[in-house]
């Protein structure tokens, strides 16, 4: 499985899981990959290959993103047979002269499962959005070459989709609330506004009810939202210019 690829230092990189060949797979050898381009995607090789430490485990290098002079190679061990904690396995990659050297990712973001990564268009930094555990909380990390800071503004949401609007600095978070304890009361949607310059702080929820949200895009000056039963609605974008 391929699950990601990024630009790097002049290369492609490609992160994804399985094994090399079908007998490898078939006595229980799972390993998370990540390879390496330097002729435009037409021959990849492998970098780095990490077995599971036993049978019964799934492991995969999930994301990329490259910020500055360092890519960020996000991935996770799931002991899926016993159900026990997923935990994170994350590698911090630099590229100098054409040699790869790579390090463990240190901090709360490597004990995590990484969801989803963004660039940010103009800007130097990245957005990594990650999650404790199979059904714990969602947590925003904005990476800016070596530091990686968690978004203390964004705590307590389920972020689904970013997206963004160069032009303006400004960015929009289709967020939800999480499940409720009792698993009874409808999970709550909405759209959040943010300004790349200050990306710690979110403002103007618009609610989204009676609508299941799942994508988000912006386009032509208009929201694109994609839901849960295949629907694509529209409305036009409007956002205060005075706000910071």
């Given at each position: 499985?391929v699950?990601?690829?990024?630009?790097?230092?002049?290369?492609?990189?490609?992160?994804?899981?399985?094994?090399?060949?079908?007998?490898?797979?078939?006595?229980?050898?799972?390993?998370?990959?990540?390879?390496?381009?330097?002729?435009?995607?037409e021959?990849?090789?492998t970098?780095?290959?990490?077995?599971?430490?036993?049978?019964?485990?799934?492991?995969?290098?999930?994301?990329?993103?490259?910020?500055?002079?360092?890519?960020?190679?996000?991935?996770?061990?799931?002991?899926?047979?016993?159900?026990?904690?997923?935990?994170?396995?994350?590698i911090?990659?630099?590229?100098?002269?054409?040699?790869?050297?790579?390090?463990?990712?240190?901090?709360?973001?490597?004990?995590?499962?990484?969801?989803?990564?963004?660039?940010?268009?103009?800007?130097?930094?990245?957005?990594?959005?990650?999650?404790?555990?199979?059904?714990?909380?969602?947590?925003?990390?904005r990476?800016?070459?070596?530091?990686?800071?968690?978004?203390?503004?964004?705590r307590?949401?389920?972020?689904?989709?970013?997206?963004?609007?160069?032009?303006?600095?400004?960015?929009?978070?289709?967020?939800g609330?999480?499940?409720?304890?009792?698993?009874?009361?409808?999970?709550?949607?909405e759209?959040?506004?943010?300004?790349?310059?200050?990306?710690?702080?979110?403002w103007?929820?618009?609610?989204?009810?009676?609508v299941?949200?799942?994508?988000?895009?912006?386009?032509?000056?208009h929201?694109?939202?994609?839901?849960?039963?295949?629907?694509?609605?529209?409305?036009?974008?409007?956002?205060?210019?005075?706000?910071?």
């Amino acid at each position: 499985h391929v699950h990601d690829i990024a630009g790097f230092g002049g290369s492609i990189y490609a992160v994804g899981s399985g094994a090399d060949h079908r007998f490898e797979f078939g006595n229980g050898k799972v390993f998370r990959y990540l390879w390496r381009s330097d002729d435009g995607g037409e021959t990849f090789r492998t970098m780095l290959r990490v077995e599971v430490p036993a049978v019964g485990y799934d492991t995969r290098f999930r994301r990329l993103l490259a910020s500055g002079d360092h890519l960020y190679v996000l991935g996770y061990l799931n002991p899926y047979q016993t159900e026990g904690a997923i935990e994170g396995r994350s590698i911090v990659l630099t590229h100098r002269d054409g040699v790869d050297e790579w390090t463990d990712l240190q901090g709360p973001l490597s004990e995590m499962l990484p969801l989803r990564t963004f660039e940010i268009p103009g800007e130097t930094w990245g957005l990594v959005i990650a999650r404790k555990g199979r059904q714990g909380s969602n947590h925003a990390f904005r990476i800016d070459a070596d530091r990686v800071v968690e978004l203390e503004g964004w705590r307590d949401r389920r972020v689904l989709d970013v997206s963004f609007i160069p032009t303006a600095r400004r960015f929009l978070v289709l967020s939800g609330s999480g499940r409720s304890e009792d698993e009874t009361s409808p999970e709550r949607f909405e759209i959040l506004v943010g300004n790349t310059g200050k990306p710690d702080h979110l403002w103007n929820s618009f609610p989204l009810p009676d609508v299941v949200p799942r994508s988000l895009a912006v386009f032509d000056g208009h929201v694109f939202l994609g839901t849960d039963d295949g629907r694509i609605l529209r409305a036009k974008l409007e956002i205060s210019p005075s706000r910071p």
